[in-house]
């Protein structure tokens, strides 16, 4: 297992729409692996493949973590099928480091994915099993919790990351 590079906002790559596994190999199992490590490497809770460079419908979650890692799962071509109810709360991304906005996402949702080993499974989650999902799905789809925020509050990130980018070419 190795920890991969985070990819960061503004990236064109975290815009981009992934495409469908079709055959789970070792290299896939290996890309899950290090998925996992990474995630957990960077006190995350749930990390899709464009979140590492890598544009394949792919997702780590584990709410138990990053401390415990009580509950790892790996979800290939996840679909979310049904919505129900709606929850608003905060939310962070790794790939959008300091930034925090308020995210109306699906109180529940039934999600069908494939394991590391082919299998598909059709789970029920809700709260922020719910929450994760539905972030780490919209990641395969180029979405981000930046665009749930106000254009004042976009644009003062935006800001910030510009002031942090012309720091770092000066050094």
């Not at 975290?14 to 692996?33: F, G, N, S, V, Y």
């Not at 493949?49 to 780590?60: D, H």
């Not at 401390?67 to 790939?95: A, D, F, H, T, W």
Request: proline residues 4%.
């Amino acid at each position: 297992m190795c920890v991969r590079k985070i990819v960061y906002y503004p990236d064109p790559i975290l815009r981009k729409k992934t495409t469908r596994i079709q055959d789970i190999d070792d290299e896939i199992k290996t890309l899950a692996e290090d998925m996992l490590e990474t995630m957990y490497e960077n006190k995350g809770i749930g990390l899709a493949a464009p979140q590492i460079g890598i544009l394949k419908k792919i997702v780590t979650v584990d709410i138990s973590g990053p401390e415990k890692r009580e509950n790892p799962m790996v979800l290939i071509n996840p679909e979310i099928y049904e919505k129900q109810g709606e929850v608003e709360g905060e939310e962070g991304c790794l790939s959008l480091p300091g930034f925090r906005c308020n995210v109306k996402r699906a109180e529940k949702i039934k999600v069908r994915f494939l394991d590391v080993d082919g299998k598909e499974h059709d789970i029920s989650a809700d709260e922020l099993m719910s929450v994760c999902i539905q972030h780490e799905v919209d990641h395969l789809n180029g979405r981000l919790i930046i665009d749930y925020a106000g254009k004042l509050k976009r644009s003062m990130y935006e800001k910030k990351l510009k002031k942090i980018q012309r720091r770092a070419k000066r050094r």
